[in-house]
């Protein structure tokens, strides 16, 4: 199948900095990629819908200010976490639209954020 | 979108065949069923979809009544890496924003 994969694998960073997960799709270009926090012991939440070359697509309660998205190109989307606290720690996932139809999404590895 | 409930939680031993049951009362007709597994600390991974009576892979089977309001997840002999959380997602035809529910956490035990 397609491969999705997010850097870095995990990250601390202190309070008040800004964090850059990156999302690729390495062997098919992506159109449209999605972006999920995930708390532990919970589901996945998706947060934003991301758009190649144009702006994302928040879903309610997600703060477009402070989880910055960019998809820049058609293999790659960035969360940008603004003024991280330590609220924002969690598991970050991204997801690719293999096709126009298709209906199978393909998953990144995941980015474990960690704000002290 | 069609909300989907699901158990909870399950146990199992290794070897046993396990089904999980996912309710989709407000299924639309052109929405498809998928189920995504999760390990601890990754991402979702694909494991089946169908849009109605059986379809079967390499991972697993997918039972869907004519009504289309349920369907059950069949993993056959399972083994201890198969603990995991199992979601059930209805999701529209060439659509792929997927809305996750609680899932399923499925222990497997010796």
């Known amino acids: 199948g397609a491969v999705v994969s997010q850097h870095p694998s995990w990250v601390i960073c202190k309070s008040g900095t800004s964090v850059k997960i990156e999302c690729r799709s390495l062997d098919f270009q992506a159109t449209t990629m999605f972006w999920y926090r995930q708390f532990p012991k919970q589901s996945l939440m998706l947060m934003a819908t991301s758009n190649e070359g144009s702006k994302a697509t928040y879903e309610q309660g997600v703060e477009k200010d402070k989880f910055l998205i960019n998809h820049a190109s058609l293999t790659l989307s960035t969360l940008t976490v603004t003024s991280a606290h330590p609220e924002d720690s969690s598991f970050y996932i991204c997801s690719a639209e293999y096709g126009t139809g298709d209906t199978e999404a393909f998953f990144g590895q995941g980015t474990r954020l960690t704000v002290v | 979108l069609a909300k989907t409930t699901q158990p909870i939680s399950m146990d199992s031993y290794e070897g046993q065949e396990v089904n999980i049951t996912c309710s989709h009362n407000?299924?639309?007709?052109?929405?498809?069923i998928t189920w995504y597994q999760q390990f601890p600390s990754q991402g979702p991974r694909f494991i089946i979809q169908?849009?109605?009576t059986k379809v079967t892979n390499e991972v697993a089977s997918l039972f869907i009544p004519a009504d289309r309001k349920s369907s059950t997840l069949s993993l056959p002999r399972v083994s201890l890496s198969d603990t995991a959380v199992y979601y059930c997602?209805?999701?529209?035809?060439?659509?792929?924003?997927?809305?996750f529910g609680a899932g399923t956490r499925l222990a497997v035990h010796p």
């Open positions: 407000n299924i639309a007709t052109n929405d498809y």
């Open positions: 169908g849009y109605k």
């Open positions: 997602l209805v999701l529209s035809g060439g659509y792929n924003k997927l809305i």
